[in-house]
């Protein structure tokens, strides 16, 4: 079964903070994804990664980054943390080329 | 640009009554469509893809390219169906083009 784990589950920072968010998952997937699920907006892509060092914006990159040094781990990055940021991040993986994603169980992120 | 409208928030529905959860998409090309669901406490989960045309949970849903939706269907709904609903498009990059959710309560 395909297991993808996220860091922490709740997770609060302050405003200003560089925030790290981690996910590691098992499936030797090519394709990585970082969304932000926000009640009645539903899930916004954030960036994903087809491959190591790859990254491509999704549809609502601003005020986020990413990194992939390794196929299994797919880092978020708030450079500095605003209050806006604070939502429920979800990562997802899969095969190149197909579907489905699968998803991890999510960090809830609050910025005070 | 590809695009998933899910037009309700709410469905409330008495155990054993029909539900259907709408999506409608927009996409220029051939898309393949997905169900994802999110019980509570629990992480998002492909619930089904138009593409192996099965049922799970009771539940099916086929593509209708003419009216461009991808129409969720239970003929009796459980109590343990109580949970968010995601309609979702992969276009030609692997993306995931989620619709806004719906959630649906089945009441006892």
């Known amino acids: 079964d395909v297991k993808v784990t996220q860091s922490s589950r709740y997770l609060v920072k302050r405003t200003g903070e560089k925030v790290f968010l981690e996910c590691v998952q098992d499936m030797d997937h090519e394709n990585m994804f970082w969304y932000r699920q926000d009640p009645g907006l539903g899930l916004r892509l954030i960036y994903f990664s087809y491959d190591v060092k790859m990254k491509e914006k999704g549809d609502i990159p601003e005020g986020y980054s990413v990194s992939r040094e390794k196929k299994e781990r797919f880092s978020l990055i708030l450079e500095s943390a605003s209050t806006n940021q604070t939502s429920m991040y979800l990562c997802?993986?899969?095969?190149?080329?197909?579907?489905?994603?699968?998803f991890g169980d999510g960090t809830r992120l609050s910025i005070l | 640009a590809q695009r998933v409208t899910q037009p309700e928030k709410l469905l409330s529905v008495f155990k054993g009554a029909p539900v259907e959860l709408k999506c409608n998409y927009s996409y220029s090309g051939s898309p393949e469509l997905f169900w994802y669901v999110q019980y509570s406490r629990q992480r998002l989960q492909l619930l089904l893809r138009h593409i192996s045309r099965e049922s799970i949970k009771g539940f099916t849903a086929d593509l209708n390219k003419g009216e461009t939706s991808f129409h969720l269907k239970k003929p009796f709904a459980q109590e343990e169906d109580s949970a968010m609903y995601y309609c979702?498009?992969?276009?030609?990059?692997?993306?995931?083009?989620f619709g806004k959710g719906i959630t649906l309560s089945v009441r006892p």
């Open positions: 979702a498009l992969s276009g030609a990059n692997s993306k995931l083009t």
């Open positions: 997802a993986s899969s095969w190149a080329g197909g579907q489905p994603q699968h």
